[in-house]
């Protein structure tokens, strides 16, 4: 009997051992193909290897006497897995043979990292031709983004949880995005409670001062009619008209304001196709999240990041990504939000002259 125990307890040992080296070891890294690695890690191979050398002055730990550090592969593959899934700590843990705790760990330390080396290289404005080129493609013209808001379950805060129930009654933290013409983060701010209305989110936000001062673009405008029009974000109807944020009319409608409508619609549909791309990929964002109200934002910014490596790498989005977004994200419909009224004058003449362009077909100088 004894002989036995002895036996059986060996093969445990054996089996364990097994799970935690040689799936990830011998299998992922040797073996998967690079569709494997996208299913699972949403990158090919060579993309994750590209962010673990980014992320490897952060990451990298030293083997002590007691136990040999996971890798800085082995920890950015645990965090990857993690925010494309739903699944709990246990399961991933159970998947890379790390416990629960290390899991979260691992979330936390990549996230970081990424806050701290690359977040600042990929969430970035870039070529502004480029993006007013792009708009101006799909319909609008000098124009360098689209902004929207969406919210993030989370769990109900530990301190003044009623300030994060948002307006379909669940506990949320507000992402604020401006994305260019193909739908990458060129500004984010992020970790608002959901309560707060969009409007109060960008009037505090570096976005908007940097807009107002005009120093987010080049000092680039163009001529329609007797107009001068600044490069301008597009908002919808929860957004300030601004001389450099136009947003769509409201009310009764004449043909001319449906036309510029749905120029600006077909624009600023970037940032939902954008939102939903992020979210689809980093699945996590569509469940309530467990960590510290300290830790989301800087998840969730990293998310953003992972999103803009995707889409600048041209990797593939997978069409049963988004079939199972949707279905998780019906938990959690988005909050209709109040329009914002009133508008300054220079920007009510500019979107009056931006109509009348549309309708007459009016070249732009």
């Known amino acids: 009997?004894?002989?036995l125990g002895q036996v059986h307890a060996v093969d445990c040992r054996f089996w364990a051992r097994e799970t935690s080296t040689d799936w990830w070891d011998r299998i992922v890294l040797q073996v998967w193909d690079d569709a494997q690695w996208?299913?699972?890690f949403r990158m090919r191979k060579g993309t994750f290897m590209e962010l673990c050398d980014l992320l490897s002055p952060a990451l990298k730990r030293q083997n002590t006497r007691m136990r040999a550090?996971?890798?800085?592969?082995?920890?950015?593959?645990?965090?990857?897995?993690?925010?494309?899934?739903?699944?709990?700590?246990?399961?991933?843990?159970?998947q890379f043979g790390v416990g629960k705790s290390t899991v979260g760990a691992a979330v936390i330390q990549v996230a970081r990292a990424m806050r701290d080396l690359v977040i600042s290289?990929?969430?970035?404005?870039?070529?502004?031709?480029?993006?007013?080129?792009?708009?101006?493609?799909?319909?609008?013209?000098?124009?360098?983004?689209?902004?929207?808001?969406?919210?993030?379950?989370?769990?109900?805060?530990?301190?003044q949880a009623t300030d994060y129930i948002n307006r379909k009654g669940y506990f949320s933290m507000l992402l604020q995005a401006l994305v260019d013409h193909k739908g990458?983060?060129?500004?984010?701010?992020?970790?608002?409670?959901?309560?707060?209305?969009?409007?109060?989110?960008?009037?505090?936000?570096?976005?908007?001062?940097?807009?107002?001062?005009?120093?987010?673009?080049?000092d680039q405008k163009i001529t329609i009619g007797d107009v001068e029009m600044p490069i301008v974000i597009l908002g919808d109807p929860a957004y300030p008209l601004m001389p450099w944020l136009m947003k769509p009319y409201t009310g009764s409608l004449d043909s001319s304001q449906d036309l510029f409508n749905y120029r600006l619609s077909k624009c600023r549909m970037v940032v939902e196709c954008a939102f939903?791309?992020?979210?689809?990929?980093?699945?996590?964002?569509?469940?309530?999240?467990?960590l510290s109200e300290k830790n989301i934002p800087i998840v969730i910014a990293a998310c953003c990041a992972l999103h803009n490596i995707c889409e600048s790498k041209g990797e593939t989005f997978m069409a049963g990504w988004e079939f199972e977004a949707n279905r998780l994200a019906a938990d959690y419909p988005q909050p209709d939000t109040r329009a914002v009224r009133g508008a300054q004058q220079g920007a009510v003449r500019i979107r009056e002259a931006l109509k009348t362009s549309f309708v007459t077909g009016q070249a732009m100088e």
Not at 153 to 158: G, H, K, R, S
Not at 191 to 202: L, N
Not at 276 to 290: F, M, N, V, Y
Request: hydrophobic share 45%.
């Open 1 to 3: 009997m004894v002989l």
């Open 38 to 40: 996208l299913r699972n």
């Open 69 to 94: 550090a996971l890798t800085v592969e082995k920890r950015v593959a645990i965090a990857l897995w993690k925010l494309a899934t739903p699944d709990s700590y246990r399961s991933v843990g159970n």
């Open 121 to 159: 290289r990929v969430v970035t404005l870039g070529n502004v031709q480029t993006i007013v080129d792009g708009f101006a493609a799909m319909g609008f013209p000098n124009c360098g983004g689209a902004i929207d808001g969406t919210h993030i379950p989370i769990l109900a805060p530990a301190h």
């Open 184 to 218: 990458r983060f060129t500004d984010i701010n992020v970790g608002w409670p959901g309560r707060v209305h969009d409007a109060r989110v960008f009037r505090q936000s570096l976005l908007f001062r940097k807009l107002e001062e005009g120093t987010f673009f080049p």
């Open 276 to 290: 939903g791309r992020l979210k689809a990929r980093w699945r996590s964002l569509l469940t309530r999240s467990d």
